[in-house]
């Protein structure tokens, strides 16, 4: 009997189910004498198997030694895979495609500010701002009047007579 099917595909129950049919179709001497083979099929396998693993980790702790014999440490192999990962992902296609629309748009972008830059150094070297500037400064100035105590009282208050200080530096009542 041919034991040939996908555990995981779509078509393993429907299989399974051929298996049963052709099974339950034997006699019981017959189902007998091939549950015997699956039973003894089983435990080669499963021999097999415990084989595998502990070849498999007599192979890993030789493979162990011999890096550490080489000085190859957990961390330089941890470090060498990114490395590696690192460039593959800087070689694919899309990296380049988006490193190149970054490259253009920060272009584009600082030659916007240049622009801007260019735009407001010129407006503050106008006549217009200049002449701003002289008049605000002269507003400040004549607003506040500082004494040598450290005070400083609008010009206003000065005029009214409610200043804590006078231009000496003494307290007025």
Do not use: C
């Not at 996908?6 to 007998?32: K, M, N």
């Not at 253009?104 to 002449?131: C, V």
């Not at 206003?156 to 006078?166: A, K, L, R, V, W």
Request: net charge negative; hydrophobic share 30%; proline share 1%.
């Amino acid at each position: 009997m041919e034991n040939t099917f996908e555990v995981f595909s779509p078509t393993a129950s429907i299989a399974s189910a051929d298996i049963a049919a052709e099974f339950a179709a034997l006699s019981a001497e017959e189902q007998e004498k091939q549950r015997t083979e699956w039973s003894q099929e089983l435990a080669r396998v499963e021999e097999e198997i415990e084989t595998l693993r502990t070849v498999l980790t007599s192979k890993t702790r030789h493979a162990s030694d011999l890096k550490r014999k080489l000085g190859i440490t957990v961390w330089k192999e941890i470090t060498e895979d990114m490395n590696q990962g690192i460039k593959n992902v800087r070689e694919s296609s899309v990296y380049q495609k988006t490193e190149s629309v970054f490259k253009s748009t920060a272009e584009k972008t600082s030659s916007i500010f240049e622009g801007i830059t260019s735009k407001l150094s010129q407006m503050k070297n106008s006549d217009s701002m200049r002449s701003f500037e002289d008049k605000f400064s002269g507003v400040l100035q004549k607003t506040k009047i500082s004494s040598r105590s450290g005070s400083v009282s609008s010009f206003t208050e000065e005029n009214n007579g409610t200043s804590t200080g006078n231009l000496d530096g003494k307290l007025q009542p």
